[in-house]
């Protein structure tokens, strides 16, 4: 399942990204999935270090003044499906989110 490839908004609000966990059931699944659905840059890696740089970023998905907001799809069976994968990667949302508050725009995570 390939996603829409995000696109900044014109101007000032909030950015909202979605992620698809449908059927992902292991870290390379995640990652790829990842790449899809946010439109990672081209110089994303393929791995834990790399998601977190671009969520570190973020200049790619623009500068919005509300914020950005990523809606993971699916989260409940991917955490079952890869527990650990599913570990490493609520770490990455949880540094980035921590990150970005600390400059004044916020990254809000929601599972679903």
């Known amino acids: 399942m ?17 992620l698809r966990l ?21 110089w994303f890696g393929q791995n834990w270090d790399a ?10 998905w623009g500068r919005p003044e509300e914020g950005f907001v990523l809606r993971v799809h699916g989260w409940e069976a991917f955490r079952t499906a890869a ?3 599913a570990a490493t990667a609520a770490e990455v949302f949880a540094e980035a989110t921590g990150h970005w508050a600390d400059r004044g725009t916020p990254l809000t995570v929601r599972y679903e």
Do not use: H, M, N
């Open 2 to 18: 390939t996603g829409p490839t995000p696109t900044p908004p014109p101007g000032p609000g909030r950015y909202t990204a979605t």
């Open 51 to 60: 998601l977190a740089d671009c969520l570190r970023d973020l200049s790619w």
């Open 22 to 42: 449908d059927g992902v059931r292991d870290k390379a699944g995640f990652l790829d999935r990842c790449a899809q659905d946010l439109g990672l840059p081209a």
């Open 83 to 85: 527990p650990e994968a």
